[in-house]
């Protein structure tokens, strides 16, 4: 294993861009090695040898606390920090406290420049150009102070976002929060922003405020389990499609794959025995093809069928992908009752 190149000191303890880390030296494929947080889009954190401590796990809100005062503090320096510090007694709110976690969100905000607050219904709105008062009242456990400022917790952050997401954009949302991270892959952040129970007792507390509906509608979507939107995008069309709900993640252990670990799908039915693979952009690489063969060759020794689907297929709105699952599952040999 060849060992990184060293970070110029310039960049540590602190969020850095991508164009910060080539103005200083690192390479484009430096940023892509483990010690290197992407925090979110063209932004990264070396966290240098903090992939080999011990794994003595945090608790989960002083985790998520750092998380968000390493991202904050950058984000919010655009626009957000400086209306929090003309109004401080207002909090960071809806899309703009989701975007300042890094949060994934539907592509039309991506170019986003209002800034959403909360503030006291007692309280005026801002007169300042291009921010958005939300005039509500805030539980003490709705807000969070980073660095001397406030934003909306994460589960009122979830709940304030159904007055601007669809259903589908808040359980998509919901599920990117309530999964747990691969320790592996997405150090430090060792813990899930949420739990189900928490999103559902948050909900609970608030049966007037807006996009209660939508809210509602979300939760009881929300599964532990999805990696990325588009598998939940995935699960979404084939539910609406009547079909029954794929289980997620699902496992298979086979010898000649590995001993230790089993082959993973990322939806599938067990008792019909399909597995179903979503290929993102990164399943081009060399690499993880190589890795994409050996895991569905597991999944045929078994006597699984092997389905995969990719953007083409989410640009359909899995309309394809929802008529070959259905093909399958109606076949008169499938189901555990066929193959036993």
């Not at 861009?17 to 992407?38: F, K, M, Q, Y």
């Not at 919010?76 to 809806?94: I, N, Q, T, W």
């Not at 609970?204 to 939508?214: C, F, H």
């Amino acid at each position: 294993m060849t060992v990184p190149e060293p970070i110029p000191v310039l960049l540590h303890g602190r969020v850095f861009t991508r164009s910060e880390a080539l103005n200083a030296g690192v390479h484009p494929e430096r940023l892509r090695r483990r010690d290197i947080l992407r925090v979110n889009r063209g932004r990264y954190r070396w966290v240098g040898d903090e992939d080999r401590r011990p794994r003595s796990a945090p608790h989960p809100t002083e985790e998520l606390d750092r998380i968000v005062r390493d991202i904050c503090p950058s984000t919010a320096s655009h626009r957000g920090r400086a209306v929090l510090d003309a109004v401080p007694d207002a909090a960071l709110s809806h899309i703009s406290a989701a975007a300042c976690r890094g949060w994934w969100l539907p592509q039309r905000f991506s170019a986003e420049e209002q800034v959403h607050i909360a503030r006291a219904p007692d309280r005026p709105p801002t007169s300042r150009p291009g921010v958005i008062t939300h005039r509500t009242s805030l539980a003490p456990e709705d807000v969070v102070v980073m660095d001397g400022r406030r934003l909306t917790s994460v589960e009122r952050t979830w709940l304030d976002c159904a007055q601007l997401l669809t259903a589908t954009e808040l359980t998509i949302l919901g599920d990117s929060l309530v999964r747990t991270p691969y320790t592996w892959a997405e150090e430090p952040r060792t813990a899930a922003w949420t739990t189900p129970d928490r999103l559902q007792d948050r909900v609970k507390r608030a049966p007037g405020v807006r996009g209660i509906a939508v809210a509602r509608e979300a939760l009881s979507l929300i599964r532990v389990g999805s990696d990325s939107p588009k598998e939940t995008e995935l699960r979404l069309a084939l539910v609406a499609a009547g079909l029954p709900e794929p289980q997620l993640q699902v496992e298979c252990w086979d010898p000649e794959y590995s001993a230790h670990f089993p082959a993973t799908a990322d939806l599938g039915y067990e008792e019909w025995l399909l597995a179903l693979h979503y290929e993102g952009r990164h399943h081009r690489s060399e690499n993880q093809l190589t890795r994409d063969i050996r895991r569905e060759q597991a999944f045929v020794r078994q006597g699984w069928i092997n389905l995969r689907f990719d953007a083409v297929d989410a640009a359909q709105g899995f309309r394809t992908a929802v008529e070959q699952v259905r093909r399958v599952l109606a076949q008169p040999s499938m189901g555990s009752a066929g193959r036993h």
